[in-house]
């Protein structure tokens, strides 16, 4: 893994809980402009997940083994997005509390996809 990739997917999910747990703090559900930070930390991910899939097929191999890495890699991709989603379903602070507890989910899995390769 792209050890600059997997720190820079860590950082801007805790940059997006903080933002939106201030939103939580504030009482505000979430806006256009967490849409876009949730974008930019999707994209990342996305760039994290074709780096991983790229590094299987060329051969690589994860320490912990391939399977669960290419869970977690999907796993990461689809926290923030689905944390979103349920963020339109509930227009209050607790869609803003859901981003932020998904920007901290995708930390700690970004954390484990390290290991998982074996860093």
């Given amino acids: 893994m792209l050890d600059a990739l ?3 997917v860590a950082v801007t999910a805790l940059a997006l809980a903080a933002w939106c747990g201030h939103a939580a ?3 505000q559900p979430t806006k256009d ?6 974008a930019v930390v ?3 991910a996305l760039a994290q ?6 590094q299987l097929a060329r051969g ?5 083994g391939t399977t669960v890495f290419v ?8 926290t923030v997005p689905a944390a979103g989603f349920l963020s339109l379903s509930e227009r209050t602070r607790w869609g803003s509390v859901t ?8 930390a700690v899995l970004e954390v484990r996809l390290y290991d998982i390769w074996g860093n």
């Fill in 71 to 78: 869970a977690y890699l999907i796993g990461s991709f689809a």
């Fill in 6 to 8: 997997t720190v820079a």
């Fill in 42 to 44: 999707t994209v990342l």
């Fill in 25 to 27: 703090y504030k009482d």
């Fill in 33 to 38: 402009w967490h849409f876009i930070g949730m």
């Fill in 99 to 106: 981003v932020a507890a998904g920007a901290l989910v995708l």
């Fill in 60 to 64: 690589e191999r994860p320490e912990q």
């Fill in 49 to 54: 997940l074709v780096v991983g899939i790229v």
